[in-house]
């Protein structure tokens, strides 16, 4: 019996992994597309544009998981239903039990591969991906080195040794120089929050300005500084929310509840990654109540259209929630996980159904 669970698990987790290929192909084609507007900008290459489209794949894959899941299940298992395969395995011993749980272990394995992508592979690809173009694109001398973040304008040099949560300098110094390059001020900061584009809210600072090659030092709790760097600069610097892992975000707005800031759309996001792996388990349990039954007589074309449909209407309905929770200010909770929770109750409702006409 074990050789028939694994042998359904794996056709499931193939299943997943062609769908996969197929529909980040496409999604990635378009990107291409979108992403060809900006080569020639600065030194944006095709070659580059290629690459960040490559590196955009694992987040593509995240956020159609639950699509991709689904797709899978139904031309997969309703493949397997149309060539006989399930009645065969039930008559070999194996109840329709067993084949739920043959599902469900490759959609634990696949909840996990998900779980471990938005925390380890996403958030190091998004990252890279935005930084090599912003540095492609912006016109301007900064780099990224062993030693950090390095930028400079009319004097000033900056350097950020790194970047906690994604979004925090840490082991921040700043020099300026004057019109004669001597060093006119020399600053350090354990970290900065970036209030805007233009206003850093620098803390733990440690100030020497020389005058007269005398040197006063200054020490200061919070300091605000006026940042010279740009909007592409500064996307080098931080992350998108969507670049942050799982961890990173929800250290990211512990630290903005205890600063008194608004942590809402992060708390939601942080909840939405989270629910991500539980909507495509979903999904392949969803997509198997659906080939049970009256759906053995369906084409492989239907099965796609019914799998297309459903995962699709599902993921509206996910974006529908997620910009209606905003504008009246849902629970994270509830805004993230409403659209399983539906999913949920779709999936009892059908079971009770087919046991009804049973």
């Known amino acids: 019996?074990?050789?028939?669970?694994?042998?359904?698990?794996?056709?499931?987790?193939?299943?997943?992994?062609?769908?996969?290929?197929?529909?980040?192909?496409?999604?990635?084609?378009?990107?291409?597309?979108?992403?060809?507007?900006?080569?020639?900008?600065?030194?944006?290459?095709?070659?580059?544009?290629?690459?960040?489209?490559?590196?955009?794949?694992?987040?593509?894959?995240?956020?159609?998981?639950?699509?991709?899941?689904?797709?899978?299940?139904?031309?997969?298992?309703?493949?397997?239903?149309?060539?006989?395969?399930?009645?065969?395995?039930?008559?070999?011993?194996?109840?329709?039990?067993?084949?739920?749980?043959?599902?469900?272990?490759?959609?634990?394995?696949?909840?996990?591969?998900?779980?471990?992508?938005?925390?380890?592979?996403?958030?190091?690809?998004?990252?890279?991906?935005?930084?090599?173009?912003?540095?492609?694109?912006?016109?301007?001398?900064?780099?990224?080195?062993?030693?950090?973040?390095?930028?400079?304008?009319?004097?000033?040099?900056?350097?950020?040794?790194?970047?906690?949560?994604?979004?925090?300098?840490?082991?921040?110094?700043?020099?300026e120089f004057t019109a004669d390059y001597h060093l006119r001020r020399y600053l350090t900061a354990s970290y900065a929050d970036i209030q805007s584009q233009e206003q850093w809210l620098l803390y733990d600072v440690s100030e020497k300005i020389l005058i007269d090659e005398k040197i006063q030092q200054k020490n200061h709790d919070t300091l605000q500084w006026r940042s010279f760097l740009s909007a592409e600069q500064v996307g080098v610097i931080i992350s998108s929310p969507q670049a942050l892992s799982i961890t990173d975000l929800n250290q990211f707005v512990q630290g903005l509840k205890q600063r008194g800031e608004k942590s809402y759309p992060f708390e939601v996001l942080f909840w939405q990654k989270l629910m991500s792996p539980l909507a495509a388990g979903i999904m392949i349990v969803l997509g198997l109540s659906f080939v049970f039954g009256s759906q053995r007589q369906v084409s492989t074309g239907q099965r796609i259209t019914i799998g297309v449909m459903t995962g699709m209407g599902f993921y509206v309905f996910s974006q529908m929630t997620h910009h209606l929770g905003f504008a009246l200010s849902w629970q994270p909770l509830l805004v993230a996980g409403l659209p399983n929770a539906v999913a949920i109750i779709t999936l009892l409702l059908l079971a009770y159904l087919r046991q009804a006409k049973a």
Do not use: C
């Not at 399930?86 to 011993?93: D, E, R, T, V």
């Open 1 to 175: 019996m074990w050789i028939l669970r694994f042998y359904l698990a794996r056709n499931v987790f193939l299943g997943f992994i062609i769908t996969a290929l197929i529909i980040v192909g496409l999604f990635s084609i378009i990107l291409l597309i979108e992403e060809l507007d900006d080569v020639g900008t600065g030194g944006y290459n095709l070659t580059m544009s290629l690459r960040y489209v490559l590196l955009h794949m694992p987040m593509v894959l995240n956020d159609f998981a639950a699509v991709i899941s689904l797709i899978a299940a139904v031309v997969v298992l309703g493949a397997l239903a149309g060539k006989h395969e399930l009645i065969a395995i039930q008559s070999l011993g194996g109840t329709p039990r067993n084949i739920v749980t043959s599902v469900l272990m490759a959609a634990a394995l696949i909840m996990i591969l998900i779980l471990l992508s938005a925390e380890f592979v996403v958030p190091k690809t998004l990252q890279q991906a935005q930084m090599e173009k912003a540095l492609a694109t912006a016109d301007q001398n900064d780099f990224v080195s062993k030693s950090g973040y390095w930028a400079q304008s009319d004097g000033q040099y900056i350097n950020i040794k790194q970047i906690k949560d994604g979004r925090t300098p840490q082991g921040i110094e700043l020099f």
